[in-house]
């Protein structure tokens, strides 16, 4: 009876080594995939488990004895972990739910009320003006969406389940992560609940987190190649890892492709910038509270590009619930919902030549962030607060002093220093282009290189104005030789 014991225990233990000894990876050539690189995992002992276009890789299984052998390939560029990813856990105590009818129980109190996060960076004069996100595809890569929810099926188009094919990708987590970040972007303009920034984009729920908040960066990576595949305009990503320089190419890949990557700067409490927020392909998101200030849970790094509200944000929750909840994962989706309301309204934008349209949305959010902080950018608050209050460029005053033109008015944008000029002005009478000696989101003094005359042209990333140049003051009149003369004679 006992040697029984002894046998099962050592097959046991023979068949736990075996499977440890297993490893599921991601293995990234040097050129596109063919059939001689599957071969090639094959004859190592392993088994391809998916195929990526975004990125020349396959995601494989591997004996770990093999794993040095294939990594000495020429055709390897390097293999790495399929490592574990999660999403930005909000800070211990900031979570409320509430049922539906608990939270609009108040009716004193509007969606915009509510909203205090929409509210605080200008969302309702953007929805006054008929700008509301309409026709921009944004995909939420995270634990799910509940599309049931009153407040966002409407604009609830699709999506994909990546842990589980034939299962929808509905939110199962604990704190309804993905909900909650879908209703800040896109929560429904319909009298109830909350209102997003965006409240007519189209939302696609990307579910590659489990219901405790947990997934693969592989998985992640097929996501944002579903985004390019199926036309998304913006990706949202609240998650947080390790650097993976896999995950890393994609980024970068999706981005060329022309998709506005958003990302969750993460709740690192004045550390580093979390991945994939601190990719340059990546715009990172740092939150605020509703007095401007960082919040506690925020990090401090050079990479943080932008600030939104991310402190004690009322959102959608699942089960038709709302909540309540805090981080750099509410402040991402408040700077996505911004993005697309710029997108929404790109054909009435200049561009800068040569810049994708994502490329020009990322500049106008920089530009027209609401400084915070230390001026310009900086560790804690990047360009400044996102603002929904998209400007249009005019101009209120001009003056036209010997070579030098001063324009003030509004919608100039920041100055980004080492950046492309996105503001331009320039005399139409003779098409001089004048160089811009200072810049303000306010005022502009330029050298034209000669006196102007006509009319100034203004060009920014938020359109075009123009106004002519005052006439000169005359200059005052000095009296002849021969008046001053006669003039002295007659006094004789």
């Known amino acids: ?24 990876v991601i293995v990234v050539f040097h050129n596109e995939i063919s059939p001689q690189q599957r071969e090639l995992i094959g004859a190592h002992g392993g088994v391809v488990l998916h ?12 004996p770990e004895s093999a794993l040095a052998r294939l990594e000495e390939h020429p055709e390897v560029a ?11 856990e909000p800070p211990a105590g900031s979570r409320v739910v509430y049922p539906a009818e608990v939270f609009t129980a108040d009716t004193s109190k509007n969606e915009y009320e509510r909203s205090w996060g929409v509210a605080h960076i200008g969302s309702e004069s953007a929805h006054q003006r008929g700008i509301t996100g309409s026709g921009v595809k944004i995909a939420v890569i995270d634990t799910g969406i509940d599309f049931h929810h009153e407040d966002l099926d409407d604009n609830y188009r699709g999506g994909h389940n990546f842990l589980d094919e034939n299962s929808p990708p509905l939110d199962d987590s604990d704190n309804s992560h993905g909900t909650n970040v879908a209703g800040i972007i896109a929560a429904e303009k319909n009298g109830i609940g909350i209102v997003g920034v965006a409240p007519e984009a189209s939302l ?20 944002l190649q579903w985004s390019v595949e199926n036309g998304m305009d ?13 995950f890393e190419e994609a980024c970068r890949t999706a981005e060329e492709a022309g998709l506005l990557i958003i990302a969750a700067a993460g709740n690192s409490y004045g550390t580093k910038a979390a991945f994939p927020g ?4 990546v715009v990172a998101v740092t939150g605020t509270n509703a007095y401007d200030q960082s919040g506690t849970f925020a990090p401090l790094d050079p990479e943080i590009e932008l600030s939104a509200p991310g402190v004690a944000i009322p959102s959608t929750a ?3 619930a709302y909540g309540i909840l805090s981080g750099t994962s509410q402040a991402s989706p408040h700077v996505a919902g911004v993005a697309a309301l710029m997108m929404s309204q790109a054909a009435r934008y200049p561009t800068v030549p040569g810049l994708k349209t994502n490329e020009n949305v990322r500049m106008k959010l920089q530009m027209s962030a609401r400084d915070l902080g230390a001026e310009g950018k900086d560790d804690i608050f990047g360009h400044g607060l996102v603002s929904a209050e998209l400007p249009k460029t005019t101009i209120d005053e001009i003056s036209c002093d010997g070579n030098s033109v001063t324009v003030e008015g509004d919608g100039f944008g920041h100055y980004l220093e080492n950046d492309r000029f996105a503001t331009t002005l320039s005399v139409t009478a003779t098409a001089n282009q004048c160089h811009i000696e200072s810049w303000t989101t306010t005022r502009v ?9 006509g009319t100034i042209k203004i060009t920014t990333l938020f359109g075009h104005a123009e106004k002519a140049c005052p006439p000169s003051r005359p200059t005052s009149i000095r009296l002849k030789w021969w008046v001053i003369e006669n003039w002295w004679s007659s006094k004789r």
Request: net charge negative; proline share 3%.
């Open 278 to 281: 601190a990719y340059p392909s």
């Open 234 to 246: 913006i990706a949202n990503i609240s998650i947080q890892g390790g650097h993976s320089e896999a």
């Open 78 to 88: 390097y293999i790495e972990e399929n490592r574990k990813v999660t999403a930005i």
């Open 1 to 24: 009876m006992y040697r029984h014991h002894y046998i099962f225990a050592a097959l046991f233990l023979l068949f736990s080594k075996a499977a440890a000894a297993e490893l599921q």
């Open 445 to 453: 003094v330029a050298d034209c290189g000669a006196e102007p005359s």
């Open 318 to 320: 699942k089960n038709g």
């Open 204 to 223: 696609y729920s990307l579910k590659v987190l489990d219901d405790q908040g947990s997934g693969l960066i592989a998985d992640i990576i097929s996501a």
């Open 51 to 62: 195929e990526y276009e975004i990125i020349p890789g396959l995601v494989v299984t591997l």
